[in-house]
């Protein structure tokens, strides 16, 4: 049986407003993007109504698709357990399977980064498939299968904490 995951605790609680800023390195534009982010719990649904970016303790793309279809204003669930993640963009419902390396150190606010940074990209108007390339920048990327939708991205490291999106 797992270790039970304490859930809706940490630095920040369960809702958090989030504002990223998004250099594009070409053309020197800059996209701010504001959001919230809920942190659902087993009983605490309507959380999920005030969120942008809905994260989760759970696993699977069926998860987070399940979730994604039950809250539709959401842009970007993010379900995951421990190294592992799966990304659901909104609207066209790509996922991107992520796993980070770096040994058993607690990953759910990585995960809650990756997650607002998911929805950054979106917002500025870029493609979900195009997120796959920063996962590239990001992190080490094995060979995923050409027809699918899934992409699988494993962290170099849990060191890029600098990358990802400032919280207030």
Do not use: K
């Not at 917002?123 to 027809?147: I, K, N, Q, W, Y």
């Amino acid at each position: 049986m797992p270790a039970a995951v304490p859930r809706g605790t940490g630095p920040g609680g369960p809702l958090r407003r989030v504002r990223t800023v998004l250099l594009d390195p070409v053309t020197g534009n800059v996209a701010v993007d504001e959001h919230v982010r809920a942190r659902l719990t087993a009983g605490e649904e309507d959380r999920a109504l005030l969120g942008d970016v809905l994260v989760e303790y759970g696993t699977g793309a069926p998860r987070a698709a399940e979730v994604a279809v039950a809250h539709p204003g959401a842009l970007v669930v993010a379900v995951h357990q421990g190294a592992r993640c799966w990304i659901r963009l909104s609207p066209d419902g790509t996922v991107l399977e992520l796993e980070a390396g770096g040994g058993p150190a607690p990953h759910e606010e990585l995960w809650e980064g990756v997650a607002s940074l998911a929805h950054s990209w979106l917002a500025a108007g870029r493609s979900g498939a195009a997120l796959r390339h920063v996962c590239l920048f990001l992190v080490h990327v094995p060979h995923p299968p050409p027809s699918s939708r899934v992409s699988r991205c494993r962290a170099a490291s849990a060191s890029s904490d600098r990358d990802l999106p400032t919280e207030e």
